[in-house]
């Protein structure tokens, strides 16, 4: 079974830093991930993805970070901005796990 | 091309009852996924349906049910609602063709069972 996780619930980051939420997973038989980002009151969003044939994936102020051997994927935002203060989820396609969701707070 | 949406928005039931949401995909979409968000917890996944059969199930008891209509519109129905079931049920909607795909979320629905 594929379980995701993201062990810090919150983070506070100032306006024009970097950003950097983390995310675990246990079967790497599975190696493709989506983060997504979702404001109250509305549905999840989709930001980036990356899959196992990559190590890294860049979209504009988002990159996310694939390390295979340690099981882990990272999101970083550069610079971060006010907008980007949402719950931010990290989710494996196999099985469709979701992690807990950090929430980013941008402070200006 | 339109989103997904759900209906309804916000929904209260009492405990026992039986409830049905509704999901639309969106256009050219034929996968949908059904969610279960409890307060402070990632979205929890329920079941699958790809061309109207389901195509795999989360850790949900049988009172859980759904459909995929040949529109590719679903629908999510829990039978004797407990108040544990009180939650965000959200909606995604894909373009599965073999491979990956990404999902598309809809705004959720709101449940409350007193």
């Known amino acids: 079974d594929q379980q995701v996780k993201q062990n810090s619930p919150s983070l506070s980051v100032q306006e024009g830093r970097i950003s950097i939420l983390n995310c675990d997973y246990t079967?790497?038989?599975?190696?493709?991930f989506l983060w997504y980002k979702k404001y109250p009151a509305e549905g999840p969003t989709f930001l980036i993805s990356?899959?196992?044939?990559?190590d890294k994936n860049e979209d504009g102020r988002f990159t996310v970070f694939l390390n295979k051997s340690a099981k882990h994927l990272s999101l970083h935002i550069v610079p971060s901005q006010p907008g980007d203060s949402a719950v931010y989820f990290c989710?494996?396609?196999?099985?469709?796990?979701f992690g807990a969701g950090t929430t980013v707070t941008v402070r200006a | 091309e339109t989103g997904v949406t759900q209906s309804p928005t916000h929904l209260i039931k009492t405990r026992g009852q039986q409830v049905t949401l509704r999901c639309s995909s969106q256009?050219?979409?034929?996968?949908v996924s059904w969610y279960q968000q409890a307060l402070g917890q990632g979205p929890q996944f329920i079941f699958q349906y790809y061309r109207e059969e389901e195509n795999g199930r989360g850790n949900f008891p049988p009172r859980f049910s759904g459909l995929q209509f040949p529109n590719y519109s679903s629908e999510l129905n829990v039978n004797a609602l407990e108040l544990d079931d009180s939650a965000l049920y959200l909606c995604?909607?894909?373009?599965?063709?073999?491979?990956?795909?990404?999902?598309?979320f809809g705004p959720g629905t709101r449940l409350t069972v007193l």
């Open positions: 990356i899959s196992s044939i990559k």
């Open positions: 256009s050219g979409h034929n996968t």
């Open positions: 995604a909607s894909s373009h599965r063709a073999g491979g990956i795909d990404t999902q598309y």
């Open positions: 989710l494996n396609d196999y099985k469709l796990s």
């Open positions: 079967n790497s038989m599975f190696d493709y």
